[in-house]
């Protein structure tokens, strides 16, 4: 079901046309209604500054759960970000809105493809199995970080 429903996903948002939709319904109360349960996440926002640069910050909670700040992120959270897995980062946040976005315009492509990316739901945001089996390098100024 779930690969089913991410390739529809990605089908319906390649037409960049935010009034064709395909969603499951939570009130079916079927088993693959229990998909609009599902969050993903990454521990940590990815802050843009002025200057261009990107941080990572620890997250310490989702929504009304807490979570372990991961040690490598509150070391080099001051540090800005030269790549993830090998990539310029701003590369990494454009790859993802061009998949996984429906919006037109690109400018607000990627300004919710970066809070998306770090934060979503598998209803709204189905990711590919791939995606989300891909371990996040991120390279900083000093010191390697893996999540």
Known sequence: MYDFYSQIKKLI?????????FIVNENLYKLNAELVYFN???PFPIPIDKNKKMYLFPRNGVS??????????????NIPVKTINREDPFN???????KYMGLECPHTQFTDSKSRI?????????????????????????????I
């Open 40 to 42: 993903y996440f990454i």
């Open 118 to 146: 770090t934060f979503g739901t598998f209803d709204s945001l189905p990711l590919s199995k791939e995606r989300l089996n891909t371990p996040i390098g991120i390279m900083g100024k000093r010191r390697k970080c893996n």
């Open 13 to 21: 948002n390649s037409t960049r046309d935010l009034h064709l939709k």
């Open 92 to 98: 990494i946040i454009c790859e993802f809105r061009k």
């Open 64 to 77: 009304e759960f807490p979570i372990n700040e991961v040690k490598e992120i509150v070391d080099n959270q």
